[in-house]
């Protein structure tokens, strides 16, 4: 489960978040002081006019010397240096951040494809395929190849890296790297339709034994219950779920296998090839579903499953009309593809 639905934008977990963060605060710092000085002039500028308003019964004098002069010499040149000093920075943090040279030496390899609206994610190395879900070792530098399937997406992890657009037909490139194990929430950054606010993702770091275990399970078929076999034994449905019978895991997937959803959806091991949608292959294994909207649960997936459009309007899935009993059978055998 997930602990929170809001992406953090601190602390940094990365070098090139790092990086980022640091050219954050400064332009912080001198906006800071830009703003107090713009406001202390402001507010003279009112006092010296309110007193000069004022009656007296001096006679203005000749005005001397060059403060006007020096004050507007200033107020061009200091902008200029501010916006220059701090565009050079921008310019070393791009240098210095997401480089295809050090991605192109990365041993591990990444492709998202970005949907409307959800984040397809394939390991071209290890033929693996999930969905919403990025696995990467820390300590290393990971290529990610980004492209869209549809409309301009943007690729952010604010505690990894910067921003980099997936656009259709083309293929950018963002190395990406974690310092610690955990989960790094990511999101869409860029306006890509009715539910982009729920386009997310996460990024899940592992250290380098955990991530070869994860990526081996991820390379074989789920293990799902045959109709022919273990007809009533015990069979333990999922993370955190109540354990069910083979049969009804075999019920399930006949539900599945006769219903649409084989036309959108993949699993491996069976007669469902769709790509319409994401592959489901080791759904049970994930947070999440429908790209960060719904935990990864029982009464989630029923919601999902049912009425996908009250839950994310506009998403491509339609409702799936079944009996209870029908229903229940489907998720438990969903809940099985571990």
């Known amino acids: 489960m ?9 602390p940094p977990a990365s070098d090139d978040a790092s990086r980022v963060d640091s050219h954050w605060q400064l332009m912080l710092i001198i906006g800071s002081i830009v703003w107090v000085v713009v406001v202390t002039v402001a507010l003279v500028a009112v006092l ?26 200033l107020g061009a040149v200091a902008p200029a240096l501010i916006i220059i000093g701090v565009m050079a920075d921008s ?8 480089s295809t040279s050090s991605a192109t030496d990365a041993a591990t390899v990444v492709e998202v494809d970005g949907k409307q609206y959800w984040w397809e994610v394939r390991y071209p190395e290890h033929d693996v395929e999930t969905a919403n879900e990025i696995h990467i070792p820390t300590g290393q530098d990971v290529r990610v190849e980004l492209t869209s399937s549809d409309v301009i997406h943007s690729f952010w992890v604010p505690q990894l890296s910067g921003k980099v657009d997936l656009v259709p037909g083309q293929t950018n490139v963002l190395t990406l790297n ?3 194990p955990g989960t790094y929430w990511g999101q869409c950054a860029e306006y890509c339709g009715l539910q982009h606010a729920w386009m997310r993702f996460v990024v899940v770091a592992h250290d380098e034994p955990e991530y070869a275990g994860w990526l081996e399970a991820q390379a074989t078929p789920a293990q799902a219950a045959d109709p022919a076999e273990g007809e009533g034994d015990d ?6 779920s109540a ?13 599945f296998m006769s219903s649409s959803c084989v036309y959108c959806h993949t699993v491996a091991g069976t007669e469902a090839r769709g790509t319409l949608g994401p592959d489901l292959t080791h759904l049970a ?21 049912e009425h996908p459009q009250d ?8 409702g799936t009309e079944l009996e209870d009993d029908e229903l229940e059978d489907l998720i438990t055998y969903l809940e099985s593809l571990e």
């Open 178 to 180: 974690a310092d610690e």
């Open 2 to 10: 997930i602990a929170s639905h809001v992406p953090l934008m601190f």
């Open 91 to 98: 310019v070393l943090v791009l240098r210095d951040t997401g």
């Open 311 to 318: 839950v994310k309007p506009g998403n491509a899935m339609p």
């Open 285 to 305: 294994s994930r947070q999440m579903i429908g790209a960060g909207v719904l935990p990864n649960d029982r009464e989630s997936l029923a919601r999902w499953i």
């Open 243 to 255: 354990p069910g019978p083979v049969s009804d895991v075999a019920a399930g997937r006949e539900i």
């Open 48 to 73: 010296r006019r309110r007193r000069s308003t004022e009656p007296t019964d001096d006679a203005p004098g000749p005005t001397t010397g060059n403060g006007h002069l020096v004050v507007g010499f």
């Open 235 to 240: 069979f333990e449905s999922g993370p955190g």
